[in-house]
Structure formats: structure tokens, C-alpha cells
């Protein structure tokens, strides 16, 4: 396949070439061209399959995690060999990942469930790669737990494909830190979170951020980049990579100093 796809055709005649942002996109294969000048993380830019920057970085770490270079999804070889597990994947690429490889899409609210904080042990060590983008930042702390526990799940050379919002400096923001009995309450006019605290004490609280998407999606934690690389590290994880640069040929643009895909590796040995 060619790798230029002749995208300087796609512009509209008598258009500027650099009015336009043309790329393939890694997930669907079908070539791309938007009037936007800047793709952004979480606006849906392919107009064939709506993936995001996000998920198409996403795909790309996987590749080079799996092949050691860039692969378009739909040429990923055929492996039912390969397992692998999602935590709530977006189904643009859920479904032809089921397609490639022995791979399940979890759910925290439905099935089939999986619970990062409660990982069975039947399921220890089973996993080629374990996909979890944009998860962690909604699970109830100690956050350790899921860090501990997605290295568990992952065989030994696994490879963990990590997405969280986070800031480049300064320490994890937890929003909650005693959680035990919680509920959302919502009186009509806004939502608000009650918790029974392990000692009995009820609080209250405010001014709730949540993200989209099905489930639980409270946001519970800011992360921040030392604080990411340093549970990485406690879990026992090596070969840490961070995809910040552009792929431009894949529709994605140079992420800034937060929030970009990070793969963190099972020890080979």
C-alpha cells in the first residue's frame, strides 16, 4: 500500500493544501482529509469510522508494542495466539481487534465485567496486552490496586496501553480520599456525592466532574506525569514509553506535555 495515498488529491480543487489536514486513518484504513488545521484529542476526525486522536494514538501503541513498528489495524496479522483484554475500549476498535486476536472488551457496569481493583487470580498472567484508555482516572482509590492489578493480569513481556488525562508536573489530585458507602444524589438541580466514611462520618460533596461514556464516570483523581510513572514503576513495570510525538501520516498531531498514551511493559524474565 502505498504510504502517501496520494492525500495531496483529497483537498478540494482550487483549495490550498495547507487549508487541509489529510491522513490515513489507522484504525478504519480509509484516507482522510478535514478542514480542520488542528486535530484534537477527543473530536471524532475520521468521517469514516469517528475515531479521535486518542484512539488512533492508541492503536499505534499498541503496534509498536506488539511489532516494534507502525501498522495500519486492519493489517495487523491475524493472531488468535495473542490475548488481549480491554477496560471499557471504544468499539471502533474493539470490534476488529476481536477480529485480529483472543481479545475481550470489559465493562465495569455490565457484562462481561471486570473490576481492576478485584482481579481473580485465575486470570494472572494470561494477557498479551491490556488496553485501559482513559479508566483509571474514575476508579476509587487506593489507585495502587489497578496498577498492581493490570500488571498482574499481563504475562510476562505483556504490555500495558495506558491513557489518563493528567498535568505534566506536581503530584495526583485525589478528589476523594475515604470513600467507603457513596451514592450520587441528584435533588434536580445538581448532583452531589454522600459518603459514609469507614469511621461513620457522612460528607458531602460538590462541584462534581464527569466525563463521558457509559459507567462510572465520576471523575475521582487528577492524575499527574511523576505520580503516573512512579505507580508504574511500584507496580513493578519496565520499558516505559510515552507516544508525545506526531504520526502525521495516522492524523496525529504532537500531544503537549500531558495526557498522551503510555505503554509500560511486564518484565521479560
Not at 468521517?47 to 495487523?76: D, H, M, W
Not at 487470580?121 to 496486552?129: G, P, R, S, V
Not at 512512579?230 to 496525529?252: C, K, M, N, Y
Request: glycine letters at 6%; one cysteine or more; aromatic letters at 12%.
Amino acid at each position: 500500500m502505498n504510504s502517501h495515498f496520494r492525500l495531496q488529491n483529497l483537498a478540494s480543487a482550487g483549495e490550498s493544501a495547507s487549508q487541509w489536514t489529510a491522513f490515513l486513518c489507522n484504525i478504519c484504513g480509509f484516507p482522510n482529509v478535514s478542514s480542520r488545521k488542528k486535530l484534537t484529542r477527543e473530536d471524532n476526525s475520521c468521517r469514516f469510522c469517528k475515531s479521535n486522536v486518542r484512539f488512533r494514538t492508541v492503536i499505534e501503541a499498541l503496534s509498536q508494542s506488539l511489532y516494534g513498528k507502525s501498522r495500519i489495524l486492519p493489517l495487523f496479522p491475524k493472531s488468535k495466539e495473542i490475548r488481549g483484554l480491554g477496560m471499557s475500549d471504544w468499539l471502533g476498535y474493539a470490534s476488529r481487534l476481536e477480529r485480529k486476536f483472543d481479545y475481550t472488551n470489559t465493562y465495569f457496569h455490565t457484562e462481561p465485567r471486570l473490576d481492576i481493583t478485584r482481579v481473580p487470580n485465575e486470570l494472572a498472567a494470561k494477557f498479551d496486552f491490556l488496553i485501559s484508555s482513559d479508566v483509571f482516572e474514575h476508579i476509587v482509590s487506593p489507585i495502587s490496586a489497578a496498577f498492581e492489578n493490570a500488571y498482574k493480569l499481563l504475562k510476562p513481556g505483556g504490555a500495558l496501553v495506558l491513557t489518563v488525562p493528567f498535568v505534566p508536573n506536581g503530584a495526583t489530585q485525589e478528589h476523594f480520599t475515604d470513600l467507603h458507602q457513596f451514592e450520587i444524589v441528584d435533588d434536580g438541580t445538581k448532583q452531589r456525592l454522600r459518603n459514609v466514611s469507614k469511621h461513620g462520618e457522612i460528607q458531602w460533596f460538590e462541584n462534581l466532574v464527569f466525563h463521558g461514556g457509559p459507567g462510572a464516570t465520576l471523575e475521582m483523581r487528577l492524575f499527574s506525569y511523576p505520580s503516573l510513572l512512579s505507580e508504574l514503576h511500584r507496580a513493578g513495570f519496565d520499558e516505559i514509553r510515552t507516544f508525545q510525538e506526531p504520526v502525521p501520516l495516522f492524523g496525529i498531531p504532537y500531544a503537549g506535555l500531558s495526557s498522551f498514551p503510555i505503554t509500560a511493559r511486564r518484565p521479560r524474565g
